[in-house]
């Protein structure tokens, strides 16, 4: 058996991993799957592929290619989910804030520096005309991290996932004045470029089986019921979901990583840009 090592987000979106490994497909390669959980994000699962902690990770597409052109030794192996993911724009109950125009000035809490948070928290701002040089950050680690900041008002607002936020909302312990899709595909799967090299065997059966889950997970019968479930979703909120969201078997497009690459410079998040070919490989 080979171990790999391979990082993710706590959140619906990778119930095909868990469910794959579950059923053995990867063990039945003699792949050793261990799925290790980031609840801090991307840009804790940025870090633990430059300190070789992990090997692969599902990781947001913006966060990593920010990373790669700022040298992260990694590379883009393929979209994982294509359609945008759906950030909620949150303020705590009690906010005296009632829509995302007020938050021009406001400080914004984040999961870390280089996350998918603090990225978009600037594309929201560029795209409202808001100066990013002055955007304020209180770096909250998890999402308990952001429940405390904005309850006790450390923070004024933060973007996260729509559904994985919902329930908070739902709870009353926030608010939720809008949502901002990302320009671009959601998640991206990518690995340490050391490991790709020595192990491009394996990686490629990892990307066959959970290509071949993904494929067909939303035929799964009960599927909803089951993401609910596991996810502590109300049934209706799932579904929508489902219906918002495609994963993808296929590699990242030049056209996209030049797109994503040239916001985030515009953005002065990364001092150069790169040859796009220093994004990706194709096994």
């Known amino acids: 058996m080979i171990k790999i090592r391979i990082g993710g987000v706590p959140e619906h979106f990778n119930l095909p991993w868990h469910l794959a490994i ?19 994000g991307t840009g804790a699962m ?13 990781i947001l597409t913006g966060g990593i290619i920010k990373d790669i052109a700022n040298g992260n030794p990694s590379k883009i192996l ?3 989910v294509s359609s945008p993911l759906q950030w909620g724009v949150h303020v705590g109950a009690k906010s005296e804030f009632t829509s995302i125009e007020e938050l021009e000035n406001a400080t914004c809490a984040i999961s870390r520096y ?23 950050f209180n770096v909250i680690n998890t999402l308990d991290g952001a429940i405390e900041a ?38 991206v799967i990518a690995g340490r470029e050391s490991f790709i090299e020595e192990h491009k065997a394996s990686i490629k059966i990892v990307l066959d089986v959970i290509n071949t889950v993904t494929a067909d997970f939303k035929k799964i019968p009960s599927i909803d019921r089951t993401l ?12 929508q979901w489902l219906s918002m969201t495609t994963w993808s078997q296929k590699q990242i497009t030049d056209e996209e990583l030049t797109r994503v690459q040239s916001k985030i410079f515009d953005l002065n998040m990364i001092e150069n840009q790169i040859d796009i070919n220093k994004f990706k490989i194709n096994l």
């Open 228 to 239: 609910a479930n596991r996810y502590e979703q109300q049934l209706e909120d799932i579904q």
């Open 114 to 136: 280089g996350s998918g948070s603090h990225v978009m928290a600037h594309v929201q701002a560029e795209q409202r005309g808001w100066d990013t040089s002055a955007l304020t």
């Open 22 to 40: 579950e059923d053995g497909m990867f063990a039945h390669h003699g792949i050793d799957l261990e799925w290790i959980m980031f609840p801090e």
């Open 46 to 58: 940025n870090k633990a592929l430059r300190n070789k902690e992990i090997d692969l990770a599902v």
């Open 78 to 80: 393929q979209v994982y």
């Open 150 to 187: 904005l309850t006790e008002g450390t923070a004024d607002y933060f973007m996260w996932e729509h559904f994985t936020t919902k329930p908070i909302v739902d709870n009353g312990v926030f608010r939720r004045l809008g949502d901002f899709p990302t320009p671009w595909s959601c998640f």
